[in-house]
């Protein structure tokens, strides 16, 4: 089963606004991470925030992690078209597996 | 080139054939991983190598045989290819146990 679930599963907004995507998770974690993919690519790894962590920021992008909700959040400001993608989180427990959720689809309208 | 690379990009191939695709890093990274993406599935784990000679099962390994005789190439075979084997797969590396994965393009495969 999946470790990793995104919620939604498309989002479709207005360039300048911001988008929000959730992740859940069922077992305890050593980090999470989260990935993008343009479409017929491979995916791309957006930021990583260990389970000691709480908030983590890169660029425009905002992660948190509550750990006693087992759930993530990546928040991308002033969203352009060129953010249409889709993206993924990914736990990983301290072994050698990193587990992938469906992805969110992200569609941002210039 | 430094970094990850699949071959082939695209595959067609008939069912019951055995076929191989390949994955290169540059890197020396330890740790490979394949996975096939699906509608409505995201990414699922197939196999992964934690060093050369060291392969294990993930999600999905049913049809599917890995070898990694060098720490570089982490070859993904389906030794008998079946329709539900169409898929895009996905060959990954990381430097270490929980660090980011650096992703090949992907290789679609479809089994006709």
């Known amino acids: 089963s999946q470790q990793g679930e995104e919620d939604p599963q498309a989002l479709s907004i207005q360039e300048g606004e911001n988008a929000t995507m959730n992740c859940s998770y069922k077992t305890s974690i050593n980090n999470l991470q989260w990935y993008r993919q343009n479409s017929g690519r491979g995916l791309v790894h957006l930021i990583l925030i260990r389970s000691n962590e709480r908030e983590k920021h890169s660029g425009r992008l905002r992660v948190t992690l509550d750990t006693s909700k087992k759930s993530s959040s990546l928040l991308i400001t002033a969203s352009r078209a060129a953010d249409t993608a889709s993206y993924f989180c990914?736990?990983?427990?301290?072994?050698?597996?990193?587990?992938f959720g469906a992805g969110t689809r992200l569609f941002v309208k210039a | 080139d430094a970094g990850i690379t699949q071959s082939p990009r695209y595959k067609i191939t008939e069912t019951g054939r055995q076929v191989t695709l390949m994955c290169h890093q540059t890197?020396?990274?330890?740790?490979m991983f394949w996975y096939r993406q699906d509608l409505g599935h995201g990414l699922r784990l197939i196999y992964y190598?934690?060093?050369?000679?060291?392969?294990d099962k993930g999600e999905v390994p049913d049809g599917y045989v890995v070898s990694r005789s060098k720490t570089e190439n982490f070859p993904l075979t389906l030794e008998s290819a079946t329709r539900s084997q169409t898929s895009v797969y996905f060959c990954a590396s990381r430097v270490d146990r929980d660090t980011e994965a650096f992703f090949g393009q992907g290789t679609r495969l479809t089994v006709v």
């Open positions: 190598s934690a060093a050369a000679d060291i392969t």
């Open positions: 990914a736990t990983s427990r301290g072994g050698f597996k990193t587990i």
């Open positions: 890197w020396s990274h330890s740790y």
